[in-house]
């Protein structure tokens, strides 16, 4: 039995891999961003996983700061106040 050495192995391992470096660079590429893409996906399953939560707030009550505060908007059809400048500066889009 003929014992090869170390070092034809290794030339032999060298001239594999850079004959099937692009194949193995993709292959690998591809495993990664699958395995991102199922990390990614598991993640946003837990995260959506809303069973056993109770709320704490009661979405169905205001308080009364809100209802005035909703009380002070104004429709688009009505103009708004007129705001002045401060000194020494004039405004750029009055006509």
């Not at 705001?83 to 500066?89: K, V, Y």
Request: proline residues 6%.
């Amino acid at each position: 039995m003929k014992s090869k050495s170390l070092s034809s192995v290794f030339k032999s391992l060298i001239a594999t891999f850079q004959k099937y470096s692009v194949t193995i660079f993709i292959v690998v590429l591809t495993s990664g961003l699958a395995i991102a893409v199922l990390m990614l996906n598991s993640t946003l399953q837990k995260a959506s996983d809303t069973t056993g939560y109770t709320p704490t707030l009661d979405p169905s009550t205001f308080d009364q700061v809100t209802i005035d505060r909703v009380k002070q908007l104004h429709t688009s059809d009505e103009n708004p106040k007129t705001s002045t400048p401060p000194t020494g500066r004039t405004n750029p889009f009055a006509e």
